[in-house]
């Protein structure tokens, strides 16, 4: 059995999956979601941060694929993160 781990971003992706939890389904929280669903897929521990993103997408109404393809449209479109330094990947 393997030990849960914290991973180095869960403080600030905990607050972020707060917002999810109350959010609308927009560009940007869809991306928030997504970006989040891959970085807890495999991680040893965040069961709660899994959970909640889980919980969100049921309140919305659509599985992983639907919003991995809605996310790829939407990225297609231009930059999401228009506040953030487009040259940095926050995908670890």
Same mark, same amino acid.
């Given at each position: 059995?393997?030990?849960?781990?914290?991973?180095?971003?869960?403080?600030?992706?905990?607050?972020?999956?707060?917002?999810?939890?109350?959010?609308?389904?927009?560009?940007?929280?869809?991306?928030?979601?997504?970006?989040?669903?891959?970085?807890?897929?495999?991680?040893?521990?965040?069961?709660?941060?899994?959970?909640?993103?889980?919980?969100?997408?049921?309140?919305? @109404?659509?599985?992983?694929?639907?919003?991995?393809?809605?996310?790829?449209?939407?990225?297609? @479109?231009?930059?999401?993160?228009?506040?953030?330094?487009?040259?940095?990947?926050?995908?670890?």
């Amino acid at each position: 059995m393997t030990k849960e781990q914290q991973h180095p971003q869960y403080n600030s992706d905990r607050k972020v999956v707060d917002t999810l939890l109350t959010g609308e389904q927009n560009d940007y929280n869809l991306v928030e979601a997504a970006r989040l669903l891959i970085r807890y897929r495999d991680f040893p521990g965040a069961n709660d941060i899994k959970t909640d993103l889980e919980k969100t997408l049921n309140r919305w @109404k659509i599985d992983e694929e639907t919003l991995y393809q809605a996310t790829r449209e939407i990225h297609t @479109k231009g930059i999401v993160y228009k506040t953030r330094n487009a040259d940095s990947e926050d995908w670890a």
